[in-house]
């Protein structure tokens, strides 16, 4: 049974940072590809990055530049450093990860920037 669990949103001023963690558990597997997406209140569910393989990894146009998506050295562990947060990136985070024709989400994270 696989459990993802993602952590380390929060409460931050606008310019501020915060590193999301995205740990998928129960799996001996390797998601070969891993996603995060947001949704803000009132709106639709929407891709922020993903990374492929190692260190293949793409970001919607808002956040490059901003946000770095990393892989950590647990298996299926993944990291959203998020820098110079605005208002805007105000969401629900959650994590995507495949395994094994399956697509398993986690609870999510709140984020929460303060202008």
């Known amino acids: 049974q696989v459990q993802l669990v993602e952590s380390g949103g929060g409460l931050v001023q606008a310019g501020g940072s915060l590193r999301l963690s995205c740990v998928a558990t129960?799996?001996?597997?390797?998601?070969?590809?891993i996603y995060w997406f947001r949704q803000a209140p009132g709106k639709q569910r929407e891709l922020v990055a993903s990374?492929?393989?190692?260190?293949?990894?793409g970001y919607r146009e808002s956040v490059s530049g901003r946000f770095t998506l990393t892989r950590g050295h647990a298996l299926n562990t993944v990291y959203l450093q998020m820098n110079s947060l605005q208002p805007d990136d105000t969401a629900v985070y959650y994590c995507?990860?495949?395994?094994?024709?399956?697509?398993?989400w986690g609870q999510g994270t709140q984020v929460t920037v303060s202008s």
């Open positions: 995507k990860v495949p395994i094994g024709g399956q697509d398993y």
């Open positions: 129960g799996s001996p597997y390797r998601a070969n590809v």
């Open positions: 990374i492929i393989g190692e260190d293949g990894a």
